[in-house]
């Protein structure tokens, strides 16, 4: 599997499209906002109720409390999406967070009764009205920019994000300062908005209807350029700011009433909303980074454990040519000391050593194939040739271990599709595995017998049966599992090797206990005819 390099704004909540099911809750959060909206509105215009005060100083200050740490963790995260993606959208949806975090606080501080009034910033009975103003106004408006600085903008190419944050926050910080001027020491520039602590001036009534239609601009211009996840909630967070703003508007209600306290409510949607939206779609990018990591982890890991197995593998076939190499080798030099040696059997161990050689660089070739799942040449091969000549090339072992050797296989056995290198090879490996299970056995004869079954017209089982201890019963599961061996030397690769050897041809390995003792293994091929020679 290969993997596409990411680009690490593939990951980011500002880039991603939302999903269906995203865009079906946002949907159903936009209804139940203006689901509050029409009930408010109904109860504020039919009932006595709605003009009811409940002073509740408290409120003001513990509403405030939450924006702030909500508005400074959206903000946060905004600003982190912002160095990943690095769109100027961002910074300013970042800043406008700060910045209602930051006015919400003021508004609470300066909120007539908190703190006694005039004290604190020298606050007047403008000041918190004012500052609501600018609250109101500012979000919306740095919604429009944001919608409109949305869009295709190339990444810039240098500077650094920090100092861009640095310096937009310190922006921010001023604009701020001079907004809270304006609201205390310069107040008296501004008209008034309170014409004592709960009543509202007609003049307020202008500024909110132009509020609720900043507002309204901002969401049409939103809702028509959003394409990411982020853009599909500041949308539903731009709805739940309409509805406030709609609901002073008509029902132009005084503080600590109904309307006052559903219009909080409706702040702290638009403070929650993309908040939680944010946390709960980092979560799952994280999960989703998560898990993909673990994806290229588990793939690094495969290749390594196939280089490794390759690595394994070939070493393990060729260790038997080579071995029989040094052996000829030795016999060669032998020959060469003796002054009357037959030219005939110098000549015998030289060709051997040459064979060796070859069938080492055969199986290399053949071994790096079977990783490679390459589909090397077959051909109808005669099974019983194959098996004598893979005894040959173990002759050697059987006689230094004195094993008596009985082949029962018939000369008219059918032929098999094979590569005949590999096949070889199996039957090498079991007969070695024979040898060297037999070696331990002292008390009773060493005796391979390797004979056949013809399985109807379709396969040909070949048996290779040693008299050796057999296989430990807690162990049968585990002997083809590549790694898996008893012996102190071993690698446990042959069998493994053997059976994928055997599978790729389309036939079966598996062994069996003989009684009383040895085992037996059953190479199952399918006849060369059925399978179209
Ligand atoms: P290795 O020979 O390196 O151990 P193999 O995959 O060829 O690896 O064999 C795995 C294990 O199967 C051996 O360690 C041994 O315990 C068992 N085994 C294989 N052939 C025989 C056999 N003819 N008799 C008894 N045990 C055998």
């Known amino acids: 599997m290969a993997f596409r390099e990411a680009d690490e704004t593939e990951f980011a909540l500002a880039t991603e499209a939302p999903t269906l099911n995203q865009r079906r809750l946002a949907l159903l959060v936009v209804a139940v906002l203006f689901a509050v909206f029409a009930v408010t509105v109904a109860v504020g215009l039919t009932s006595s109720f709605a003009l009811v005060q409940v002073r509740n100083d408290a ?130 520039l501004l008209p008034p908005l309170f014409i004592d602590q709960t009543h509202p001036t007609p003049f307020a009534r202008v500024i909110t209807s132009t509020n609720t239609l900043v507002c309204l601009i901002a969401l049409v211009l939103l809702y028509i350029r959003r394409r990411s996840v982020l853009d599909l909630w500041l949308t539903v967070v731009l709805c739940a700011w309409v509805s406030e703003l709609a609901m002073l508007d008509v029902l132009f209600y005084s503080r600590f009433t109904f309307g006052f306290y559903v219009g909080r409510g409706f702040s702290l949607v638009t403070s929650v909303v993309v908040l939680v939206v944010l946390l709960q779609e980092m979560t799952q990018l994280y999960a989703r980074l998560a898990h993909s990591n673990s994806a290229l982890q588990r793939e690094r890991n495969n290749k390594l454990m196939n280089l490794e197995a390759m690595a394994a593998a070939i070493a393990h076939e060729v260790n038997q040519p080579l071995s029989a190499l040094v052996t000829n080798g030795a016999i060669g030099l032998r020959l060469l000391a003796m002054p009357d040696a037959d030219r005939n059997e110098l000549r015998d161990a030289f060709t051997r050593i040459i064979d060796d050689g070859h069938r080492a660089g055969d199986l290399i070739a053949s071994t790096r194939a079977m990783f490679r799942q390459d589909r090397r040449e077959k051909s109808p091969v005669n099974i019983r040739d194959l098996v004598v000549d893979a005894l040959a090339h173990v002759r050697r072992e059987l006689e230094s271990q004195r094993v008596s050797l009985q082949v029962e296989l018939p000369p008219e056995l059918p032929r098999v599709v094979a590569d005949r290198l590999q096949v070889q090879q199996v039957f090498v490996n079991l007969i070695m595995n024979a040898v060297e299970a037999m070696a331990a056995t002292e008390n009773r004869e060493r005796s391979l017998l390797v004979s056949s079954e013809v399985h109807g017209a379709r396969d040909i089982v070949i048996i290779v049966k040693d008299s050796g201890p057999g296989i430990d019963p807690k162990h049968i599961d585990r002997i083809f599992d590549a790694f898996f061996t008893t012996k102190a030397r071993g690698m446990g690769l042959g069998l493994a090797i053997c059976r994928s050897i055997i599978e790729s041809h389309g036939g079966r390995l598996w062994t069996a206990a003989r009684n009383p003792h040895g085992s037996a293994f059953y190479v199952q091929l399918p006849i060369g005819a059925s399978i179209g020679e």
Request: hydrophobic content about 60%; charged content about 5%.
């Open 59 to 188: 409120f003001v200050l513990v509403l405030a409390a939450l924006l702030f740490v909500n508005d400074l963790i959206t903000a946060a995260l905004l600003f982190g999406q912002f160095s990943v993606v690095r769109s100027r959208a961002l910074l300013i949806s970042a800043n406008a967070y700060l910045f209602t975090g930051f006015m919400a606080v003021l508004f609470a501080l300066t909120f007539p009764g908190q703190f006694s009034l005039g004290d604190f910033l020298g606050a007047g009975l403008q000041t918190s009205a004012w500052i609501y103003n600018f609250w109101h106004y500012g979000f919306p408006i740095a919604m429009i920019f944001y919608a409109i600085l949305l869009g295709p903008l190339p990444k810039p190419p240098h500077g650094s994000t920090a100092i861009a944050i640095a310096a937009s926050v310190m922006i921010l910080i001023l604009l701020v300062a001079a907004l809270t001027w304006l609201a205390t020491g310069g107040v008296e």
